[in-house]
């Protein structure tokens, strides 16, 4: 069975802090990508990424960043945080192009910032 | 712009009963939709559609897709506390493009 582990389940930060949220999945997923999930607005893409070291934008790109230094992990970055970053945030993987394949999710990561 | 549109927002039912819900789409460049159920946690995958009129069935759970008529519909049979969840619809459009609609929450009572 795909595995997709996040860092963490609930995280509080404060106004301002950096953040660091990381994803970690087991097959070998060429594809990779950060959602976030808010009630009435479904699941948005953030960034997602093809290949180790490559990115792209997503729906809602600002105010976040990302790094993808090995193919396993993805991680999503809030420089700054702030409160309306407020969300429910999701990891998924997918194998590669050329076809589309479904998405296995991570179990999230619930951020507030205060 | 590409939208999903789920219906019902939410649903209510007694165990044993039957639940219909819907799916309807507009996107450019349509790749396939697909189903999850999201309990507390992870999205799990249901089914993926990518031909219309074909239905897939997994137990008490079935899909069928309608490519002419924008939609999909996902009915589950015979419902168990268990179905208690949100179910979400996504259509991809692209390798790397998936978009959800809100889901349906759906809650069985016993």
């Known amino acids: 069975d795909v595995k997709v582990t996040q860092s963490s389940r609930y995280l509080v930060k404060r106004t301002g802090e950096k953040v660091f949220l990381e994803c970690v999945q087991d097959?070998?997923?060429?594809?990779m990508f950060w959602y976030r999930q808010d009630p009435g607005l479904g699941l948005r893409l953030i960034y997602f990424?093809?290949?180790?070291?490559?990115?792209e934008k997503g729906d809602i790109p600002e105010g976040y960043s990302v790094s993808r230094e090995k193919k396993e992990r993805f991680s999503l970055i809030l420089e700054s945080a702030s409160t309306n970053q407020t969300s429910m945030y999701l990891c998924?993987?997918?194998?590669?192009?050329?076809?589309?394949?479904?998405?296995?999710f991570g179990p999230g990561t619930r951020l507030t910032v205060t | 712009e590409d939208k999903v549109v789920q219906s019902p927002l939410s649903l209510v039912v007694h165990e044993g009963d039957t639940v219909t819900l819907n799916c309807s789409y507009e996107?450019?460049?349509?790749?396939?939709l697909l189903w999850y159920k999201q309990e507390k946690k992870a999205p799990t995958f249901l089914f993926m559609l990518?031909?219309?009129?074909i239905e897939k069935k997994s137990g008490r759970l079935s899909s069928i897709l309608d490519k002419k008529e924008l939609f999909s519909i996902l009915n589950i049979t015979a419902t168990q506390t268990g179905d208690s969840a949100v179910y979400l619809c996504?259509?991809?459009?692209?390798?790397?493009?998936?978009?959800f609609g809100t889901g349906t929450r759906l809650k069985v009572l016993a």
């Open positions: 990424s093809y290949d180790v070291k490559m990115k």
């Open positions: 998924a993987s997918s194998l590669v192009a050329g076809y589309v394949y479904e998405q296995y």
């Open positions: 990518t031909s219309s009129g």
């Open positions: 996504a259509v991809s459009s692209g390798t790397y493009k998936y978009i």
């Open positions: 996107v450019t460049n349509f790749r396939s």
């Open positions: 097959m070998d997923h060429e594809n």
